[in-house]
Every structure is written in structure tokens, then in C-alpha cells.
């Protein structure tokens, strides 16, 4: 069992920053992929960062080249770093583990989210 803790969201001015970061315990497979993902009020889930094993970092287009995810292997913890923040960045953001231990079953961990709002 994995349990995911985030922290370090909260309200900021557009154009600001924020890092949040998300400590995992448990046991986690190799391979896997850590990421981001967040909800706005009204739509549905949606991807904003991942990191697999080997350092492959993909983000969705709207975070590209604002948003840095990272990972420090030793305390299984992965970061995201938000820079340039937007009133459209307002969400629920969740940290999320997909793990394998032989390559057929996948186990899907998610964090309890930590609220980050945008204001204009």
C-alpha cells in the first residue's frame, strides 16, 4: 500500500509561484510514474505533469515551459514547481503513483489533493 501526502498549495497573485510537493510511503514498484493532475470546479481530471523512473519528465501543453515537476528518488518525493501562475491554474491538485511489480498489474495511488487558487 502507497499513501501519498501533498502540501505547499495556497492562494497567490497571477504571475506568482507556488511548489508543491508530494512525499510517498509504502512500497513502490520499478518501473513507475509520478505526476500532477488537477481538477477545476466543474470539469473533469486532467493531467499537468508526470515523471517516470528514467527521468522523463512530459507536461500538458497549458503548463509547458511555467511548470517543472522533479523528483528526489531517496525520499520518494516529487515536486512541482509553478511559475507564472494564471488565474486558469485554479485547482485541486492531486499527486498521483502508478506502479507495477511485474509489468501486468498496475496499482494507481492518489494523494488527497492541495487547493491551489489564482487570483487576477
Known amino acids: 500500500q502507497v499513501q501519498l501526502v501533498e502540501s505547499g498549495g495556497g492562494l497567490v497573485e497571477a504571475g506568482g509561484s507556488l511548489r508543491l510537493s508530494c512525499a510517498a510511503t509504502?512500497?513502490?514498484?520499478?518501473?513507475?510514474?509520478m505526476g500532477w493532475y488537477r481538477q477545476a470546479p466543474g470539469k473533469q481530471r486532467e493531467s499537468v505533469a508526470t515523471i517516470t523512473t528514467l527521468g522523463r519528465a512530459d507536461y500538458s501543453d497549458s503548463v509547458k515551459g511555467r511548470f517543472t515537476i522533479s523528483e528526489d528518488s531517496a525520499k520518494n518525493t516529487v515536486y512541482l514547481q509553478m511559475n507564472s501562475l494564471k488565474p486558469e491554474d485554479t485547482a485541486l491538485y492531486y499527486c498521483?503513483?502508478?506502479?507495477?511489480?511485474?509489468?501486468?498489474?498496475?496499482?494507481?495511488?492518489w494523494g488527497q489533493g492541495t487547493q491551489v487558487t489564482v487570483s487576477s
Open positions: 498521483n503513483v502508478k506502479t507495477t511489480p511485474d509489468s501486468v498489474t498496475i496499482y494507481n495511488y
Open positions: 509504502g512500497t513502490i514498484f520499478k518501473p513507475y510514474t
